[in-house]
Each structure stands twice: as C-alpha cells, then as structure tokens.
C-alpha cells in the first residue's frame, strides 16, 4: 500500500528526491515517516510530519539538508534530500503511523511501511 522510489546512485553533495505512493485507502489523517537502513543496524527515522504538515521531526544528522513534505491530495509523502553524504546511504523505507502525530514513530510504531529504495553516495 506504499511504494517507495526515487532512489539511486548519486555523488556527494547532489540532491535526490524520494517520493512514497499510497494506494488502496488514504494516509491522510496519519504521521508519516521516512526510515533508513544499512546492513548489520537497526531501521532509524530519520523524519516525520504529522498528518498536516504543520510540524515536522529531523534528526540531528540530517538537519538542514532534508525536508519532509507530503501532499494529501495525492496522497504522498516527500523527503528532498541535499548535500548528501557517503553516509547518507541506506536503503530508506517509508512508513505510517496510527496516529496522526509524529512522536510513535521515534517508538518504531509503525502500522504501514514501503517497500524500500536504496540511496547510494559515492565520494
């Protein structure tokens, strides 16, 4: 009921931009988040928005060169991601929450997530 994309092999400091696609119902009233994964380390978020858009979760790494946005009428979550590092590569997955704020997710309380898309940056 996700689809992630936008994923690909970039060089250090290009922008790319990963989209996630709902279908079958609507996310709407749901946080949403995006997550990533290397091999061997836990699934991280690494931003949220809530069900509106008006608030929004970073963490510290990826501060000031991700943005998180979603379009409810399309019924699809965003993260423009810039500057991008060699540790910025991950295989990110996308995901819902049950609620419509952000804070469950930091919990990992995820009900929907996506299938994956790997970011890979070379230096």
């Known amino acids: 009921q996700l689809q992630a994309s936008g994923g690909g092999l970039v060089q250090a400091g290009h922008s790319l931009r990963l989209s996630c696609a709902a279908s079958?119902?609507?996310?709407?009233?749901?946080?949403m988040g995006w997550f990533r994964q290397t091999p061997g380390k836990e699934r991280d978020l690494v931003a949220a928005?809530?069900?509106?858009?008006?608030?929004?979760y970073y963490t510290d790494s990826v501060k000031g060169r991700f943005t998180i946005s979603r379009d409810n009428a399309k019924n699809t979550l965003y993260l423009q991601m810039n500057s991008l590092l060699p540790e910025d590569t991950a295989v990110y997955y996308c995901?819902?929450?049950?609620?419509?704020?952000?804070?469950?997710?930091?919990?990992?309380?995820?009900?929907?997530w996506g299938q994956g898309t790997l970011v890979t940056v070379s230096s």
């Open positions: 079958g119902r609507s996310f709407s009233t749901n946080a």
């Open positions: 928005i809530n069900w509106s858009g008006s608030n929004t």
């Open positions: 995901a819902a929450a049950y609620v419509s704020d952000w804070y469950v997710l930091l919990r990992r309380e995820v009900t929907h």
